[in-house]
């Protein structure tokens, strides 16, 4: 239970059911933890939680498309927790579902902000850091749809492809600085974000097209995100971990 002993992580989208999940986590074993969301609100009931369970974890609330956002999110854990090791990018904006035409500009700019371009962000302001302190993990939350297509998500797909390239590039990059980049990828979770898009979790679960026949938990996707922020993990780099119930295995 101490597998972060001594660790400082960032956490974005930390006010999700995912993002939670990895920072009561990560908390949980040993990581001060910077939990970071556009929620105020939210993010500041999990900072709570993991404080009252006697974790260490400040809550901070920014929109992680502005770059100020990630410059705050480093400083913070420097001069509030001691440094940097960890930045876990789960941030993700949603917009209705459809064709490409049906796309406006304005959309497809915001989630690109989102989605994609803030792990940019966070990654250029946390890995000098890292570098400083000997070395870190980047986990890039990306999708199962990062690798296959569904109708109407030309914009989630193309981002969450991005953000598992990313990861292999930066890699690449940054192995002389013993900062290793992986991509997690999960497949449809059980999280408030995908089940309000059917009228009962009984039409979500018979939707998610998994083999094991049932959707994934946040408490499994933490655990992959602690995984590849652990030693456990300590000969990948450049990896997309794929936690997806057997979706894309037909």
Not at 125 to 132: A, E, G
Not at 157 to 182: E, W
Not at 238 to 245: K, S, V
């Amino acid at each position: 239970m101490a597998r972060l002993k001594d660790k400082v992580a960032i956490v974005t989208g930390a006010g999700g059911d995912i993002g939670a999940a990895i920072s009561t986590r990560f908390a949980r074993e040993g990581a001060a933890v910077v939990c970071l969301d556009i929620n105020e609100q939210r993010v500041q009931v999990i900072s709570d939680e993991i404080r009252r369970a006697g974790g260490r974890a400040l809550a901070l609330t920014g929109d992680v498309a502005q770059e100020q956002t990630a410059i705050d999110a480093v400083a913070i854990a420097q001069q509030e927790l001691g440094g940097l090791h960890i930045l876990v990018s789960n941030a993700v904006c949603d917009i209705p579902l459809g064709p490409l035409t049906d796309i406006s500009a304005e959309d497809w700019r915001r989630t690109m902000d989102v989605n994609l371009n803030s792990a940019f962000l966070l990654s250029k302001h946390s890995i000098p850091v890292m570098t400083m302190g000997g070395g870190g993990n980047i986990v890039l939350v990306a999708s199962q749809l990062g690798r296959v297509a569904r109708p109407g998500r030309t914009w989630y797909c193309a981002q969450k492809a991005g953000l598992i390239s990313m990861a292999r590039a930066m890699a690449l990059d940054h192995a002389g600085q013993n900062i290793r980049i992986n991509s997690l990828s999960p497949g449809p979770i059980e999280t408030g974000r995908y089940v309000e898009r059917f009228s009962s979790i009984e039409e979500a679960q018979q939707s998610s097209a998994t083999l094991m026949g049932r959707l994934g938990r946040a408490d499994e996707i933490a655990s992959a995100a602690l995984f590849l922020s652990s030693d456990e993990s300590s000969f990948m780099t450049g990896a997309d971990l794929l936690i997806d119930g057997g979706y894309t295995a037909v």
